[in-house]
Structures are given as C-alpha cells and as structure tokens.
C-alpha cells in the first residue's frame, strides 16, 4: 500500500549532493516521483561550485552556479538550501558534521536521497560521510550543532545513489537494490540539468563528457535496462536502519508504489 501523505502528515524528500548539478545528474527523477505521489521536496549542495570551471574567477563562478541550481530548484518547485563550503572543502570533520546535522535538523526528512560511499570522487564520498552522520545525530540532545537548533527524532530513511559510471574508484562494477522508474519525468530532469549551463565545457574539458545531457539520459537508459522493466530508471541502495528508523522502514518504495521496484536478488545477496 502506498503512503498518502494527506493522512500521515507532513512528509518530507531532501536530496543532498556535493556540487550543483550532482542532484540533477542523479537524484532528481526520483525527488520528482516524490513530489507527484504528495512529498515536499528539498534541494541541497553541500559545495558552491567553485572548482568547476576552466575560464572564471572564483566570485564569478560562483555566483553563475548558484542562480544555475536557483533556476533547477525553480522548475522542480522544491526549496533549495545555501551550499556551506567551496568545492574539494567537503571534508568529514567535527564542525562540518555539525553543520550539516542542523540542515537535517530544520527539515525533519522522511527520506534522504544522496550519493554513495564509494564513488570516484572524494568529495561525493565524504558527502555522504556527512549526511549519514548528520542523520544519526539528528536526535541526540547532547549533540550541538552549528547553529543550534532542537533535536529531531522522527524516522528517516536514506537512500544511496549509484556511484557514476556504475563503478567505485577501484574500477569495481555496482548494482542498485531498487530502482525508481524515472521515464514520466525525464523531460523535467533534463530541464533542470541544462540550466547548468557554465558546466558543459567545464566537464567536456576535465572529464571528456561532451554531451553532457545525453551522458544522462544515456546512463538513465542502462539502469532501466537493468531493471528489466523500466526505460529509464534511477538506482539506489537503502542504508542501514540502525539509528535512523524502523528495521522495514522503506518509505520510498511505500511513497512510490509500482514505480519502484527492489530486486529481490540484491536482497538475497545481503545475507
């Protein structure tokens, strides 16, 4: 049975993600399944953006991603939070973690959706570092956080994204346990990824993504083949319960109903 949230409340889908962009290249067909089936919906990049350019300077850059993620936040009609550090600042570190657990704090996410512990970038993966700490301590009265603000206990669930390319920086293949058919909204997933325009020559130049919108769509391609059912899919990995919710607390698959699908082989292979 899928949840409706005009009888359970208030539920809430933050996506995290280190830079602008990040969100969109990954994260952002399921916050909009989300937001169809009834949640409100948060957008947040932990760095401003400040790397990721060839040709600006630092205030000019910055400054140009942070109206790009404005305008993507815009047309997925979620809130959209302040980044916290420059790009390749994003460092699991005590006052950091603080920082973070207090955004988690505020928006009291039912499910989080971020990036994965192994990827081939130091700053995704310590992006995920922070959101799982921030999450676990969401509730600790002891904990301070930076600014302070009141403990929250409510469940949460987080949800891990596949690392790009489907592979770790150890070259090593992964599999989604779940996939989130992703196809109705992928024309506004594309929307929103092209307003990130100062980052096409960007990627082009250190990465060697030249169509840097169809690198998407083309990724989103392989993971609904995948999926053996959907045409375009998101995959994801939920993380363990402890300290964050009920052991079966899966929200998004009772959120999304038949537009998500856990493939019982990850599951069997869990152990």
């Given amino acids: ?45 932990i760095a401003n953006g400040s790397c990721g350019t060839a040709v600006h300077r630092y205030e000019e850059i910055v400054r140009l991603r942070g109206q790009e993620a404005r305008d993507s936040a815009v047309i997925a009609r979620a809130s959209l939070h302040e980044p916290l550090v420059n790009d390749l600042a994003v460092f699991y570190e005590p006052e950091l973690v603080r920082r973070v657990s207090a955004v988690i704090r505020e928006i009291h996410p039912n499910i989080i959706l971020t990036q994965p512990p192994q990827d081939y970038m130091e700053d995704h993966q310590n992006t995920c570092r922070l959101v799982v700490s921030g999450a676990f301590f969401r509730g600790m009265r002891n904990y301070a956080t930076n600014p302070p603000r009141d403990p929250w206990g409510g469940d949460t669930a987080i949800y891990h994204c596949m690392p790009h390319g489907l592979r770790d920086g150890l070259r090593r293949l992964h599999r989604p346990g779940q996939y989130v058919d992703v196809g109705p909204v992928m024309e506004t997933k594309k929307e929103m990824l092209s307003q990130h325009r100062s980052q096409k020559d960007w990627l082009d130049t250190s990465q060697g993504m030249g169509s840097y919108v169809q690198d998407m769509v083309d990724s989103m391609a392989e993971l609904g083949r995948m999926s053996g059912r959907y045409e375009f899919a998101e995959g994801w990995r939920r993380h363990l319960h402890m300290g964050l919710g009920p052991v079966d607390y899966d929200p998004l698959s009772e959120m999304l109903g038949e537009a998500c699908w856990t493939d019982p082989e990850y599951e069997e292979s869990l152990g």
């Fill in 1 to 45: 049975m899928t949840l409706d949230p005009a009888k359970s409340g208030r539920f809430v889908a933050l996506a995290v993600a280190a830079h602008p962009d990040d969100i969109e290249f990954y994260l952002a067909g399921t916050l909009l399944r989300l937001k169809e089936a009834g949640a409100e919906i948060h957008m947040w990049n």
